[in-house]
């Protein structure tokens, strides 16, 4: 057993062997969320859980835009492929924002086992809404689960350094927008995110409360309402898979994104799970 065990974790990584959540609170037990939750072992995305392109962030940001046929699910992955996109002005570069259908992800667990690309794109995971009105003021929630780079040009390292992050968008009735974002701990990811499958995780506990999980090792503790005390991080959510382009890191060439070694993320599976008494 100890041979086979040893095996399976040196062709799949020892993250293969950790997929549960943390241990719940005493009297309480996790059931599995299915509205946020897929093994991507089909042919074709589940399209009743989610929309090949993102209807609540279109476009994204220049120069990568999304487009429906940089999304694939096959050999039992969700797939994104980015890809050179032509005859646009404002945008030369298809990147891929698969959303939940669902949008009331709340308080629970919620992890993904993600390979990221190896171009200058982000792989990412994360939750979000939308305001509850247009009248203002108003507020956006976003929980940065994850996001990583798989190469780095410039001098921000999310190859191997996790950085997650939740912010609190508040637009005052002048249209001015503050944002107050309180992530945790910078940690390693080892090996490199995009040289390995890791799991990323997130216990969403409270208002104010989010643990990180890596490969299922708890890594720090994030407190949202702790720089927006009157504006509690407690509503109800939508998920993403993303990849995308920043403002703080050189694009991908398109030599780069013509090599299918590089240019693809991979998610094998997405879980979520919530808490209910025993």
Known sequence: MKNIRYFLMILFGFNALQAQPPKPPKGFKWVK????SDEFNTKKLDKTKWYDRSPYWVHGRPPATFRAYSVSVKDGNLQIKNSVLKGDKKYNIAGGA?????KDAFYGYYEARMKASSISMSSTFW???KPVSNQCPFEQLELDIVEVVGHQKRELDFRTKLHSNT?????????????KSAGGKVTDINPPANEAYHIYGCWWIDANTVKIYLDGVYQFTM???????????NREMYMHLVTETYYWETPPT????ADDSKNTTYYDWVRSYTLIPE
Do not use: Q
Not at 167 to 179: P, R, Y
């Open 98 to 102: 698969v959303a939940s259908v669902a």
């Open 33 to 36: 969320n299915e509205k946020f």
């Open 254 to 257: 398109p030599e780069e994104l």
């Open 167 to 179: 912010h609190i968008f508040h637009v005052n009735c002048e249209g001015e927008k503050v944002v």
């Open 127 to 129: 939750l979000k809404n």
């Open 223 to 233: 407190n949202p309402s702790t720089h927006f005390r009157d504006k509690p991080f």
